[in-house]
C-alpha cells in the first residue's frame, strides 16, 4: 500500500500537468504566438535532452575520465558486437523497440552472472 501511495503521489502531479496542457494545446494549436513559441522550443527541448545523454553517458561509460584504456578488452568488444547485433535486428529486421530493450536486459544479465565482467 506504501510503494503504491508514492507511486501514485509521484506520477499524480505529472499526469495533471500534461492533461492540463494538452487543453491548451488544443485550444491554442493554431494561434500564431504559440506557434512560434513552440517553434522556439523544439531546439531547447533538443538541446537539454542532448545534455542529459552526454552527462549520462560520461558518468556512466567513462567514470574515471576518458582514456583510450576503455577501448580495449573483451567488455568493449562485447558490448560492441550487442550494439551490432541489436542495431541490426532493430533497423533491418524491423524487431520492436520493446522486445530489443527486453532482450538486451536478458543479455546483461546473463553476461554479468556468466561471464562475471567487471562493471
Not at 552526454?54 to 560492441?80: D, E, Q, R
Not at 541489436?86 to 561471464?115: D, E, N, Q, W
Request: aromatic letters at 16%; hydrophobic letters at 55%; proline letters at 5%.
Amino acid at each position: 500500500l506504501g510503494s503504491f501511495t508514492a507511486t501514485f503521489a509521484v506520477v499524480l502531479p505529472s499526469f495533471i500537468i500534461v492533461l492540463s496542457i494538452c487543453k491548451v494545446y488544443d485550444k491554442f494549436k493554431n494561434h500564431y504566438l504559440f506557434k512560434g513559441v513552440m517553434t522556439g522550443l523544439k531546439p531547447a527541448a533538443i538541446g537539454l535532452i542532448g545534455a542529459a545523454v552526454y552527462k549520462i553517458g560520461m558518468t556512466v561509460f567513462f567514470p574515471n575520465g576518458f582514456t583510450t584504456t576503455v577501448f580495449t578488452g573483451a567488455p568493449f568488444y562485447i558490448s560492441l558486437v550487442l550494439f551490432a547485433v541489436m542495431a541490426f535486428l532493430t533497423f533491418k529486421v524491423k524487431l520492436h523497440p520493446i522486445i530489443i530493450i527486453c532482450v538486451s536486459a536478458a543479455v546483461g544479465i546473463a553476461a554479468g552472472y556468466l561471464l562475471q565482467l567487471p562493471v
